[in-house]
């Protein structure tokens, strides 16, 4: 039988799947489920920064609904900030003693503000590594892009000063030059990325007329872009990459470890078709391996890792070129 363990921020794992933060990792009950259905880690439903610093009422009053993050709706008004973070941190101290699994941490954060000081009790209460996850919708029109981008910076180089633990970003794909973030944050000694969050999609009811939100979950086809950021620049980046968004099944694991990912985050599969999927996604990397004759991850990890292609931005055009002419009418 094929080995399917891999390294991911320097965690040992049983295998590369790992549940994203969500509703299914929110209780000790539901972390549980999650560790007998076989997966290698599991990420917190996240903290959020203005649960840590006690203004989450103010941010759900006065922010648009439309900008409001999927995990916080509902969730974060009234919660009030000594309650959120020991909820928090219980949970996180009782999945430590009831799991053996890794279990990281998720902070939701906007700025480099005073949670940052609070970050040394995730450590303290057990947490293997710490995922930020830094939402923002740059709608600010006064903002320029290069703002937006020292902000990801600073809030890692901020969080990597306090803690010694492996520290991760989970972040969008929406910037005018990712490569060249994804290799600034490299120089701050991050352990890994996630690629990609996968954002609150805005709706109009055009029946009530009022502005809210589509689909909560992700579709099949949803992956490609994870998959396109990881070939490129696994090889190039000396932290791991995580590959996360639209992964539904087995096939789609493999092509991102060929890619280079070390691992995947799931939540809408598992959320919609039940934990029982975990073992059948295993099942079916494991034949593929077997079929292939690797016996371990590190056989075929980053095999269709982009690294030799010398140009790759002019790779992409050949092929949306060639995608475009080939492309014929029914
Ligand atoms: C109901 C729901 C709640 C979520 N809550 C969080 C959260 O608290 N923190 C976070 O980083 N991501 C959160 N996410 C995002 C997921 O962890 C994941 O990144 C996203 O759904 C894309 O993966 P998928 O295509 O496998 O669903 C949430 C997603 C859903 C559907």
Not at 111 to 135: K, M, Q
């Amino acid at each position: 039988m094929a080995d399917l363990s891999t390294k991911y921020l320097g965690l040992n794992l049983k295998n590369p799947i790992i549940v994203g933060s969500s509703p299914l990792t929110a209780t000790l009950d539901s972390l549980k489920k999650c560790e007998d259905a076989g997966v290698g880690a599991v990420v917190l439903k996240s903290i959020f920064e203005e649960q840590i610093e006690g203004d989450s009422d103010a941010l759900v009053d006065e922010t648009r609904e439309y900008l409001v993050h999927a995990d916080a709706y509902g969730f974060m008004k009234g919660s009030s900030m000594e309650r959120a973070i020991d909820g928090h941190l219980r949970l996180l101290q009782d999945a430590k003693e009831a799991l053996d699994i890794p279990i990281i941490a998720s902070i939701n954060c906007r700025t480099n503000g005073s949670w940052i000081e609070y970050i040394n009790r995730f450590v303290a209460c057990g947490a293997d590594a710490i995922e930020l996850n830094h939402y923002i919708v740059a709608a600010d029109r006064e903002v320029d892009g290069s703002a937006v981008e020292k902000n990801y910076l600073s809030l890692v180089k901020a969080a990597r000063k306090k803690v010694k633990i492996p520290l991760s970003l989970k972040m969008g794909s929406s910037f005018s030059s990712l490569s060249n973030l994804l290799f600034r944050l490299d120089q701050l000694s991050i352990d890994g990325v996630v690629l990609f969050n996968r954002f609150f999609s805005p709706d109009i009811n055009t029946k009530e007329l009022t502005f809210g939100s589509a689909h909560m979950f992700s579709s099949e086809g949803e992956y490609a872009q994870s998959l396109r950021w990881t070939a490129l620049m696994s090889d190039e980046l000396r932290y791991d990459i995580c590959a996360a968004t639209g992964i539904h099944c087995g096939d789609t694991i493999v092509k991102q470890l060929l890619a280079g990912a070390k691992a995947v985050q799931l939540c809408s599969v598992l959320m919609q078709q039940g934990l029982s999927t975990v073992s059948k996604m295993q099942g079916d990397v494991a034949s593929w391996m077997d079929e292939h004759e690797f016996t371990r991850i590190a056989d075929f990890n980053g095999q269709l890792a982009q690294e030799r292609i010398a140009d790759p931005s002019r790779w992409e055009r050949t092929q949306y070129m060639r995608s475009l002419m080939g492309a014929k009418k029914d």
